[in-house]
């Protein structure tokens, strides 16, 4: 009879501890840019956030408060996250809403593995029409448009002018930028020479893209088209051996940073150990903060420019970043909610390009705050005048990872430049041989 | 003396003390079992002899020697493990020579001894096998074999009988005597079981409560036990205690008075503490107390249990004080437990034991 | 069979059943799937072209699986002797009944629970050039940072010590338990032989412990010859394929490259290595023992 009784009592227990089912659409939203909940935690003051980190957190905790009718589930993953992305898809259990890069779109693209987002667009009320071109150009293949753009991230050169003054490259308050390879090395030498620093501060471990983006800012500027078609590369060529035999110069006369990851060259600039970082749009929000405060080495002396021009033309390389759509069939609640997330996305890209991205919607780019943020009129026409890969381009992290694995060799001395870029040529065109 | 020495070995683990002021001398060949029951200190002294302890205080010296300071292997003793602690992944070829490899004896020398050893101990088919592969004996007879062709001063025996099941137990203890024959150095046996160190030691040291109780020959120890406890240790069945008083003296021997009323004429001569009234215990051993003829006096007693062992049988019975007694009778007897019987008792060979453990036994006879 | 027998035997399948359900479903079935993804050429999404032992083919030919095979065995190599070596003295040093051989032993076990992502963590903080702990050190002897994780002849040497560090507490376990298996007698007996330490150890410890010592080396090895963890996070395989083991190249080839079917294959050659080394070590060893009576 105890024993009953008990048995009745347990269950009880357990069923009291069932909750009435969760009956609230949910989307899951997978983003790199790092974790930072230690100091955002739930906040949801967008304004004050600084960072990618921050200001995509808080915003999406702005969105989870002011739409308590949907359920967000966020995934972080670390950068750049298409391992797990396609161990997800190939799994059937993948995300709602992801962040990829531009550059990347058309691999998942042209297999159907993320849906176009007219509809979700349009049920937005987004018009395409709104996008910059190079946002626009980032995310239509095949005429269809198969995410919607966040931002173009430019190439720069951030510049510390104290430094630069004191190596005597500076001339009426702006930086003495090279127009050739020669005038590089030179200037290079004389700032080393004048300061003791290296002149160019560089992430080279664990850092393809960044070598990469080099790589191909000048190969674009010189006219070479890198991917022919969609199946080859061309980077055995003078164009390419120049640009290589360039960084190796660099490196061979310790003109920049060594050994240096990317969390390490990235504090190795606030602290003022080089002259220039060409990193990208993303750290100009964290670079100026920085400067702000009165202890930095920054301090009152932190310049932006794009990237010199130093063979052909001046042909700024941009990538970007979007939100796609991988393919699942969804609810309509669902997609509803989607639709919710990415218009309210849409109407807080200004604070998105507080970053120091540009902003994908060209309305942003004219209005007074936007121009009133530091650098920007330096780097606005990069939204314009930017180009990117051709559409057809696939493979493109696999491909950025190979050359990148060629080009260290090459840069640190490892490999002779004509074997790296030849290796590299070669596996990448193994690479799309095997492409399906 | 050219054999084992220990003097005044203590040893305390802890705050408890094992051994007490232990004082022994062995001469070289001489056969000695230490016997005693489990926490009387004879494998922990055993132990210190090998040198596998260490000794709080005293000495250690064999054949001239002093050996309480050097290694084990450095002191010319073998020993045979209780469970023979033979190497399981050496044949029996490698074990023997263990020792001597170490020792850097010569390759023919060591190949002779173990040759010999082996002859004498009917394992020579066996030295190529392992441990793994043989019967308990084979696997001692391979134990004590190891310890032979160390020609060691001394031998150390560790309880060798325990492991062994009666068959086997009678066999190995004839093989123990023989090898006592063969070799010229001395044996230590430790053993719990008195009829072993009765039948094999030619002096038995009698530990108990961390001291020795009696050292002596085995009929020494049998017949003149130095104490109750030895009295009762050794031979079996144990002796039977009887409390009791002193009657009175019959000359110069002394009369004991037993609760039922009985009055016995020993042949214990009158000595301290054996004045009249003087409460005492009376030990009588088995075969001194039969079944009294029909018709004569005795003592009344009660028989319990009954024991026949083919060539006598053993009485279990109790006095009319209540006291427990042991009687013999010759083949199987029909006496039956519960029966009322008579017991005729030698009393001339009765021992008394006085409050303060101190045995006198009976004298010369006259 | 007797009907109480047939009962018995179904009983057991019973209870075994469960189980082998489940280890099949795991780990056979998945294996016989691997072995048909790899004669086909196969994307990580579901597209299938059968091109028979091309795969294989296209893998004994590869330069950078050559690199990643020969990291791999540099590794093993570097790690499995110290390893077990380390262990196994750590285990003797241990083997007490000391508190604080108590407290040791569960210091040194402590670097086993945590996960491979906080081990390169701490690790990356000692061998980094730029301010690491080791920097500091040489720093402070004037001596120039040493660029353990992107320096070609340093990578390797890098991540065999990480992975000494972390592993060690198991192995230690395993000597310990096989050295307490050993009965204290024999120790008596050899000192009484008058063996000396070093002889104990050689001819006493060593042949007893036997089996743990191939268990721990069959293991170590099998384990050794997968690494990916460190690899991938401590130095991304880099500087330019000189860390990148075969296990990390089977993961960039798959999940970066979706040449799902190229990586299984390799998947199988490694697996295949794996079963070879593991059973050459255990033939090697137990070919001595004989049967037991």
């Not at chain 1, 709602?96 to 176009?116: F, K």
Request: with cysteine; aromatic share 8%.
């Amino acid at each position: 009879m105890r024993k009953r009784a008990l048995a009745f009592g347990f269950a009880g227990v357990l069923l009291a501890g069932c909750q009435p089912a969760d009956e609230r659409p949910e989307i899951v939203v997978q983003r790199f840019f790092g974790e930072c909940g230690a100091v955002y935690g739930a906040s949801t003051d967008v304004a004050g956030a600084e960072t990618e980190c921050g200001i995509l957190t808080t915003l999406i905790n702005r969105f989870a408060a002011e739409n308590p009718d949907i359920r967000v589930k966020v995934n972080v993953v670390a950068w750049p996250g298409y391992p797990q992305l396609a161990a997800q898809i190939a799994a059937g259990d993948p995300p709602d809403l992801v962040t990829m890069h531009q550059s990347v779109i058309a691999d998942y693209s042209s297999r159907g593995l993320i849906e176009p987002v007219e509809p979700l667009l349009a049920e937005a009320n987004i018009d395409p029409a709104a996008f910059t071109p190079a946002a626009r150009a980032g995310v239509e293949k095949e005429g269809r448009l198969y995410a919607m753009p966040w931002d173009t991230i430019g190439r720069l050169f951030h510049v510390n002018t104290a430094l630069m003054a004191e190596a005597g490259l500076m001339r009426e308050g702006r930086p003495v930028l090279p127009n050739s390879p020669e005038e590089l090395l030179a200037q290079a030498r004389q700032f080393k020479q004048r300061t003791g620093k290296p002149y160019l501060i560089q992430a080279q471990v664990s850092a393809p893209d960044f070598m990469v983006a080099f790589l191909y800012t000048y190969l674009l500027a010189q006219g070479q088209p890198i991917f022919p078609d969609a199946r080859h590369v061309r980077l055995d060529t003078p164009e390419a051996r120049r640009v290589v035999a360039l960084m190796r110069q660099l490196n061979a006369e310790g003109l920049t940073t060594r050994n240096q990851d990317f969390p390490a060259a990235t504090a190795a600039f606030t602290q003022g150990r080089g002259g220039i970082f060409p990193v990208g749009t993303w750290m100009l929000g964290p670079y100026d903060a920085e400067a702000a405060r009165r202890s930095s080495a920054l301090h009152g002396h932190y310049a932006v420019a794009p990237f010199p021009r130093l063979w052909g033309s001046p042909a700024p390389f941009v990538d970007g970043h979007a939100w796609v759509v991988p393919a699942a069939s969804r609810s309509r609640a669902e997609r509803a909610a989607m639709a919710r997330f990415l218009g309210f996305l849409a109407r807080y890209n200004y604070d998105w390009s507080r970053t120091g991205q540009l902003p994908a919607f060209a309305a942003v780019l004219a209005t007074p705050e936007f121009q009133a943020l530091p650098h920007r009129e330096d780097i606005a026409a990069l939204a314009r005048t930017g180009r990117q890969l051709p559409g057809y381009v696939e493979r493109q992290s696999a491909v950025q990872g190979l050359i990148g694995e060629e080009l260290e060799a090459a840069i640190t001395g490892t490999k002779p430049v004509d074997a790296a870029l030849r290796d590299a040529e070669r596996r990448v065109n193994r690479l799309y041989a095997q492409m399906m | 003396m050219s054999g084992l020495e220990l003097i005044d070995v203590s040893k305390s683990y802890g705050a408890t003390r094992v051994l007490d002021g232990v004082s022994l001398a062995i001469g070289a060949g001489e056969f000695v079992a230490f016997l005693g029951p489990s926490g009387s200190g004879k494998s922990t002294l055993l132990r210190i002899i090998a040198g596998l302890e260490s000794l709080d205080a005293g000495e250690v010296w064999l054949g001239g020697e002093r050996i309480d300071g050097l290694a084990p292997g450095a002191r010319g003793i073998a020993m045979v493990f209780q469970h023979y602690a033979l190497y399981p992944h050496m044949t029996v070829r490698e074990n023997m020579a263990f020792g001597l490899v170490n020792a850097g004896v010569p390759k023919d020398e060591i190949a002779r001894r173990i040759a010999q050893a082996a002859e004498t101990l009917e394992i020579a088919t066996q030295l190529d096998k392992k441990p793994g592969q043989m019967s308990g004996g084979q696997r001692q007879r391979v134990a004590i074999g190891r310890a032979i062709v160390k020609k060691p001063k001394l031998f150390l025996l560790d309880e060798p009988l325990s492991n062994l099941d009666a068959a086997l137990r009678g066999r190995t203890r004839v093989e123990l005597a023989q090898l006592r024959t063969r070799v010229d150095a001395a044996l230590v046996m430790v053993t719990h079981d008195q009829s072993e160190a009765m039948t094999l030691a030619d002096r038995i040291v009698v530990m108990n409560d961390r001291r020795i109780q009696q050292v002596g020959t085995p009929a020494e120890v049998y017949a003149r036990p130095a104490n109750a406890f030895v009295a009762g240790f050794v031979g079996s069945p144990a002796m039977a205690m009887l409390p009791a008083r002193v009657a009175g003296h019959d000359g110069a021997r002394v009369r004991i008075g037993l609760p039922c009323g009985a009055d016995l004429p020993t042949a214990i001569p009158a000595a301290a503490g054996l004045e009249e009234g003087a409460p005492v215990t009376l030990g009588l051993r088995a075969e001194h107390v039969t079944l009294a003829p029909p018709a004569t006096p005795g003592l009344p007693a009660r028989i319990d249990l009954v024991e026949r062992l083919g060539d006598r049988t053993y009485l279990y019975a109790r006095l009319s004080d209540g006291s427990e007694i042991i009687a013999h009778a010759p083949g199987f007897s029909a006496v039956r437990p519960g029966e009322a019987v008579t017991l005729a008792v030698d009393a001339a060979a009765a021992h008394v034991f006085t409050a303060d453990g101190t045995a006198h036994h009976p004298g010369p006879r006259a | 069979m007797t009907g109480a027998a047939r009962r018995d035997g179904w009983v057991g399948y019973a209870f075994v059943g469960p189980f082998l359900l489940v280890y099949a479903a795991i780990l056979i079935v998945p294996l016989l799937m691997g072995l048909w993804i790899s004669l086909n050429n196969a994307d990580l999404f579901g597209r299938r072209e059968w091109v028979g032992l091309a795969n294989y083919a296209q893998a004994l030919g590869d330069p950078v699986l050559g690199q990643a095979f020969a990291n791999t065995l540099t590794l093993t190599l570097l790690i499995v002797p110290p390893l077990t070596v380390i262990a196994l003295l750590l285990a003797l040093a241990l083997n007490r009944a000391t508190r604080l051989a108590a407290i040791l032993r569960g210091v040194f076990f402590s670097s086993l629970v945590l996960s491979v992502t906080i081990v390169t963590l701490i690790w990356r903080f000692i061998l980094t050039p730029d301010a690491g702990l080791v920097a500091v050190g040489l720093g402070a002897l004037g001596r120039a940072p040493v660029p353990f994780l992107s320096d070609p002849a340093y990578v390797i040497p890098a991540l065999a010590v990480t992975t000494l560090w972390w592993s060690l507490g198991f192995p230690i376990m395993l000597f310990l338990a096989g050295l307490q298996q050993v009965p204290h007698d024999i120790y008596e007996a050899a000192a009484l032989d008058g063996a000396g330490r070093w002889t104990v150890f050689r001819r006493i410890t060593l042949p007893s412990i036997r089996r743990t010592l191939l268990l721990v080396v069959m293991l170590q090895t099998a384990a050794q010859l997968q690494i990916f963890g460190q690899a991938q996070l401590l130095t991304g395989g880099g500087p330019g394929g000189a860390s990148r083991t075969i296990v990390l190249y089977i993961f960039e080839v798959s999940f970066g490259r979706w040449e799902l079917g190229y990586a299984t294959a390799i998947a199988e050659l490694l697996f295949g290595m794996i079963l070879a080394v593991t059973l050459l070590q255990y033939w090697l060893v137990i070919r001595h023992e004989e049967q037991r009576a």
